[in-house]
């Protein structure tokens, strides 16, 4: 059974940085894009960044863009997002989801980031 | 890169049918049939219903259908269940590899 676990959130500080992974099993991972998407609390989710299967192709939400890097290890089978320059508004679950067909057809379930002061 | 828009509630008695709209625009919605839907239960991770507007992922009921007009989408759930109860999002390709969610829609089950 394909399988995502996120791992890395945590507490940090405003202007801080932290690096989420995401451990992909049960599945051929090089082929697929993978996404992250994020949820901050009570509200709906949000489309966070996106890699093809080599990492050749990029692209990121424009409230991220320059502050977070989406990068995978084809070898590890894990997907990561290093943030920085955190913000208070960055406080959220973060999901990181397989994609297929323009589809988000597998998901982790979530790790927390929670940025304060 | 707007959020498409979707109504914040929608509601729906036992047996019946609910449609959930989402509209974007000629640059979303309207241009391409790469828009999918996804239910949330409370304290869950979303779970894929529908891609490319209108196929199900196997498994999924087929009292999940969704269909577009234009720059607008919809998901349609007939037969009403208490289990459907959950936060519905749509979710499209926007151009320039990146993608868009709609705000998401609660549906309450009467």
């Known amino acids: 059974e394909a399988q995502l676990v996120e791992s890395g959130g945590g507490f940090v500080q405003p202007g801080g940085s932290l690096r989420l992974s995401c451990a992909a099993s049960?599945?051929?991972?090089?082929?697929?894009?993978m996404l992250w998407v994020r949820q901050a609390p009570g509200k709906g989710l949000v489309w966070v960044s996106r890699?093809?299967?080599?990492?050749?192709?990029?692209s990121y939400a424009d409230s991220v863009k320059g502050r977070f890097t989406i990068s995978r290890d084809n070898a590890k089978s894990t997907l990561y997002l290093q943030m920085s320059s955190l913000r208070v508004d960055d406080t959220a679950a973060y999901y990181c989801a397989r994609e297929s067909y323009y589809a988000l057809e597998v998901w982790g379930q979530g790790t927390t980031v929670i940025v304060s002061s | 890169q707007s959020a498409l828009t979707q109504p914040p509630s929608v509601s729906g008695s036992l047996g019946q049918s609910v449609t959930i709209s989402c509209t974007g625009s000629s640059g979303d919605v309207g241009s391409y049939n790469r828009v999918s839907w996804y239910q949330q239960p409370p304290g869950a991770a979303p779970k894929l219903l529908i891609y490319?507007?209108?196929n199900r992922p196997s498994g999924v009921p087929d009292r999940f259908s969704g269909s577009k007009s234009g720059n607008t989408a919809s998901l349609t759930i007939s037969g009403l269940q208490a289990e459907d109860e959950a936060d519905y999002y749509c979710f499209s390709y926007a151009g320039s590899y990146t993608m868009v969610f709609g705000g998401g829609t609660k549906l309450t089950v009467l």
């Open positions: 490319e507007v209108t």
């Open positions: 049960g599945f051929t991972f090089s082929p697929y894009w």
């Open positions: 890699m093809n299967s080599d990492g050749s192709t990029i």
